[in-house]
């Protein structure tokens, strides 16, 4: 009986091993029937051990890519869409920073000593300068002094004045000096918008205006330079440092829009550009932006819809 049933689980044993690898049948039989001798004698199953790992095949050949579909071409026709708006974007953004920074302050109210616009950065001494801005007037010129710029420093309250007189005239002062009054019959003040660019150059012994882009008027002048350190205010004519002394006759009414202060004499071109289209050197000294001024009274700033030019 025994014999019986070591030659069936012999049997089966082959069986199972030739269902697996029939090229490992045949040498398996023996190992099938010591495997079931071992489980006859001990009682016990032993496991098998892992075989070697055999040899790495060789690498396969790389497959050809394929023709792209139209998604992929559309895809990629976005993404150069994508990159060509970016660096568009980009040249534009560094474009502007040579546009002129737009702000206008509103003086609403004439005769009185309590509106006016306040630098409180650090005004530099300056031997020469451009000072550049677009007015207008709510008040005729006949019946005012508007003092449209005002800086003062301790012994020079008129250290450098700009205003518009009776006689329609308008008038640069530096170290408490009149330089030149120059005549505004020919402009259309105060009825409508002007542009200015007053100018002094303590080296080249002159001093002048332009009037919406034109030069209006030299002259010889010898003067000291300006000095640095005092208050610089608009829309009003100060007659003691610090703001003070104001005369409600000399106050200005009306707008001031993008006052700008250069530390150089601008050439006519560069002077055309601003009034023309509003590109402004970026060398410059002196910007009214709201993070350096104070507004007092009755004063409103805005920005300007569009950047002014003729």
């Not at 023709?67 to 869409?81: C, F, G, H, S, Y």
């Amino acid at each position: 009986m025994r014999i019986i049933l070591h030659f069936f689980a012999s049997a089966v044993c082959i069986a199972i091993v030739c269902a697996q690898d029939s090229f490992t049948c045949v040498r398996n039989v023996n190992s099938c029937s010591q495997s079931e001798d071992q489980r006859t004698t001990s009682g016990q199953v032993q496991r098998a051990l892992p075989g070697k790992q055999g040899p790495v095949g060789m690498k396969g050949e790389k497959g050809d890519p394929g023709t792209p579909d139209q998604e992929q071409i559309n895809r990629l026709k976005d993404r150069v869409a994508f990159l060509e708006k970016e660096i568009q974007d980009k040249s534009t953004a560094n474009q502007r920073t040579t546009d002129c920074p737009l702000i206008a302050f509103k003086f609403p109210r004439y005769q009185q000593i309590t509106d006016y616009v306040r630098y409180r950065s650090y005004f530099p001494e300056l031997p020469q300068a451009t000072i550049c801005a677009w007015i207008e007037s709510t008040e005729p010129a006949a019946s005012v002094v508007p003092a449209i710029m005002s800086y003062a420093v301790p012994g020079h309250t008129n250290e450098l004045l700009i205003e518009i007189g009776r006689d329609r005239n308008f008038r640069i002062l530096t170290n408490d000096r009149l330089l030149r009054k120059f005549a505004l019959s020919s402009s259309k003040w105060p009825y409508e918008k002007i542009h200015f660019c007053a100018f002094y150059s303590q080296p080249a012994g002159v001093a002048g205006l332009f009037l919406n882009g034109v030069l209006h008027g030299t002259l010889l002048v010898t003067q000291s330079a300006v000095s640095g350190g005092g208050d610089l205010v608009f829309g009003q004519d100060q007659d003691a440092v610090n703001a003070g002394g104001f005369n409600p006759t000399q106050a200005f009414s009306g707008n001031i829009t993008n006052p700008m202060i250069w530390p150089r004499l601008l050439t006519a071109s560069e002077i055309s550009g601003i009034v023309r289209h509003c590109v402004c050197p970026k060398d410059y000294a002196i910007v009214m932006t709201l993070d350096r001024v104070e507004l007092h009274g009755n004063v409103e700033y805005f920005i300007p819809d569009v950047c002014p030019t003729l």
